[in-house]
């Protein structure tokens, strides 16, 4: 599994639509991985100040992130990976 950072743009936002999205995420995620595409939603970052939440996902491929944005129905702006030391 790889390490994949996705950007979301959250104007004018704040907490609760922060926990939206993650919780939107982590049900894609978990929908995926019943299917047989194992994604984990790990964590999200918001920056209020850039107006942006970072998801970090740990997904086989970029192509996996990219489905989780589909079915949570989040535009994400940027998928890239990602390098995650625990």
């Known amino acids: 599994m790889q390490a994949f950072l996705a950007e979301l743009y959250l104007p004018a936002a704040g907490r609760d ?3 939206s999205a993650a919780r939107l995420a982590r049900a894609a995620a978990d929908a995926l991985s ?3 595409t194992p994604v984990r ?3 999200a970052i918001f920056v ?3 107006e942006i939440c970072l998801l970090l996902f740990e997904a086989p491929s970029f192509e ?3 489905r989780v ?3 949570a129905e989040l535009a994400f ?3 890239a ?3 995650s030391q625990r």
Do not use: F, N, Q, S
């Open 17 to 19: 639509a922060l926990r």
């Open 48 to 50: 209020p100040d850039d």
């Open 81 to 83: 990976k990602a390098d």
């Open 64 to 66: 996996a992130v990219t």
């Open 34 to 36: 019943a299917e047989g």
């Open 41 to 43: 939603y790990v964590r």
């Open 77 to 79: 702006d940027r998928i």
């Open 69 to 71: 944005a589909a079915l």
